[in-house]
């Protein structure tokens, strides 16, 4: 039985290790996504001042009239992009992905206007997720995540030691031989990272086959549905975002607007997303109040604090992934992580390559 799982481990990862290993890596990079993308567009970064914000509806007639006029359909607040409001509208023709404009929260400048996909950390994004090959890469990732769970649990099955061996199986030896170096390190870190490799991977299975596991998820636990409240259509004009944003903060008290989808159809209403004041998830905004787009009443609240069992582990998947479940030091764990299968990988192979030399010899 061990000889079968360790040829199984072998091959497989001799076959798949490259691929896991971009995957990883490349996820290493999006778990700080926001401060990457303003390093490499200092643009991004507005100088410190006291000056009071201009109203969000302004910000979006700017960023409207810096494309043409064309329709804005969501807003990332400061805090989430850099420090920059960052306005998305529909995908061009031909466009990887939505066009988004950037624009300061107090002058009202257009810094960037870009298309999502085309510029490094989202052209990352892109290669992590679907390895810029749409719905089918999609699909070869969500499979990747569980063959990279099936390599952790048979490495650390053929890893795991004797008793009273805990020791030696943990240690990294060194002055030993460059084999013996890189099977220590092939296998204790495996042991070590086995946990964090498990999270990531399976959280990544998920995010990629998100409905047919909710719907599973659904047939054990009850899962709620995210609300889909209607905006009843008026004869009076429709409310602007500051007056939909007044109407949905007292909901939640000292809690920060990450983000907004705006309406899209007569019977679409206002979604305000927030970071909760005790929430470990800055970028990940868990909490939502829907705002009819011609009351400016608020037509339902989604919030992170009520949810059931199984809506709260469906609802930690993706702030898992990246780490910022766990705050600032989740996030570096996970980083660290997503270089693992690139070593092991690598050692992987050398492991391999000798040992067939040895043979041959």
């Given at each position: 039985?061990?000889?079968?799982?360790?040829?199984?481990?072998?091959?497989?990862?001799?076959?798949?290790?490259?691929?896991?290993?971009?995957?990883?890596?490349?996820?290493?990079?999006?778990?700080?996504?926001?401060?990457?993308?303003?390093?490499?567009?200092?643009?991004?970064?507005?100088?410190?001042?006291?000056?009071?914000?201009?109203?969000?509806?302004?910000?979006?007639?700017?960023?409207?009239?810096?494309?043409?006029?064309?329709?804005?359909?969501?807003?990332?607040?400061?805090?989430?992009?850099?420090?920059?409001?960052?306005?998305?509208?529909?995908?061009?023709?031909?466009?990887?992905?939505?066009?988004?404009?950037?624009?300061?929260?107090?002058?009202?400048?257009?810094?960037?206007?870009?298309?999502?996909?085309?510029?490094?950390?989202?052209?990352?994004?892109?290669?992590h997720y679907t390895l810029l090959a749409g719905t089918?890469?999609?699909?070869?990732?969500?499979?990747?995540?569980?063959?990279?769970?099936?390599?952790?649990?048979?490495?650390?099955?053929?890893?795991?030691?004797?008793?009273?061996?805990?020791?030696?199986?943990?240690?990294?030896?060194?002055?030993?031989?460059?084999?013996?170096?890189?099977?220590?390190?092939?296998?204790?870190?495996?042991?070590?990272?086995?946990?964090?490799?498990?999270?990531?991977?399976?959280?990544?299975?998920?995010?990629?086959?998100?409905?047919?596991?909710?719907?599973?998820?659904?047939?054990?636990?009850?899962?709620?549905?995210?609300?889909?409240?209607?905006?009843?259509?008026?004869?009076?004009?429709?409310?602007?975002?500051?007056?939909?944003?007044?109407?949905?903060?007292?909901?939640?008290?000292?809690?920060?607007?990450?983000?907004v989808y705006l309406p899209r159809s007569e019977r679409?209403?206002?979604?305000?997303?927030?970071?909760?004041?005790?929430?470990?998830?800055?970028?990940?905004?868990?909490?939502?109040?829907?705002?009819?787009?011609?009351?400016?009443?608020?037509?339902?609240?989604?919030?992170?604090?009520?949810?059931?069992?199984?809506?709260?582990?469906?609802?930690?998947?993706?702030?898992?992934?990246?780490?910022?479940?766990?705050?600032?030091?989740?996030?570096?764990?996970?980083?660290?992580?997503?270089?693992?299968?690139?070593?092991?990988?690598?050692?992987?192979?050398?492991?391999?390559?000798?040992?067939?030399?040895?043979?041959?010899?």
């Amino acid at each position: 039985m061990r000889r079968l799982i360790f040829t199984l481990h072998l091959y497989a990862g001799l076959g798949a290790g490259l691929l896991l290993a971009l995957i990883g890596v490349t996820g290493s990079l999006l778990v700080f996504y926001p401060q990457l993308d303003q390093w490499l567009t200092p643009a991004l970064t507005t100088p410190a001042t006291t000056a009071t914000p201009l109203p969000l509806q302004e910000i979006l007639s700017r960023a409207s009239d810096a494309v043409d006029g064309a329709e804005p359909r969501r807003l990332y607040l400061p805090g989430t992009n850099g420090d920059y409001h960052l306005v998305r509208f529909d995908t061009p023709p031909d466009a990887p992905g939505p066009l988004q404009v950037n624009v300061d929260p107090y002058t009202g400048e257009v810094a960037t206007v870009r298309t999502w996909g085309a510029y490094p950390m989202t052209w990352i994004y892109r290669l992590h997720y679907t390895l810029l090959a749409g719905t089918t890469g999609k699909y070869v990732v969500g499979v990747c995540g569980i063959l990279l769970a099936l390599f952790a649990i048979t490495g650390v099955y053929l890893r795991w030691p004797k008793r009273g061996r805990w020791r030696r199986a943990l240690a990294i030896e060194r002055g030993k031989g460059r084999f013996r170096f890189y099977f220590d390190l092939h296998g204790a870190l495996g042991l070590y990272l086995f946990p964090v490799l498990m999270v990531v991977a399976l959280s990544g299975v998920f995010m990629v086959f998100r409905a047919p596991i909710t719907g599973a998820v659904a047939a054990l636990a009850t899962v709620t549905p995210a609300p889909q409240p209607q905006s009843t259509p008026s004869d009076s004009a429709p409310v602007d975002l500051d007056q939909a944003v007044a109407a949905a903060t007292p909901v939640f008290p000292g809690a920060r607007l990450s983000r907004v989808y705006l309406p899209r159809s007569e019977r679409d209403s206002y979604r305000l997303a927030y970071v909760l004041p005790e929430s470990n998830w800055q970028r990940y905004a868990a909490s939502s109040v829907w705002v009819d787009q011609y009351s400016g009443k608020v037509l339902d609240v989604w919030d992170e604090r009520q949810l059931g069992a199984a809506d709260t582990v469906l609802a930690w998947q993706f702030p898992l992934h990246n780490g910022e479940a766990l705050g600032l030091p989740g996030r570096w764990l996970v980083f660290v992580s997503g270089w693992l299968p690139a070593l092991l990988f690598v050692t992987g192979v050398y492991l391999w390559w000798r040992k067939r030399r040895l043979k041959r010899r």
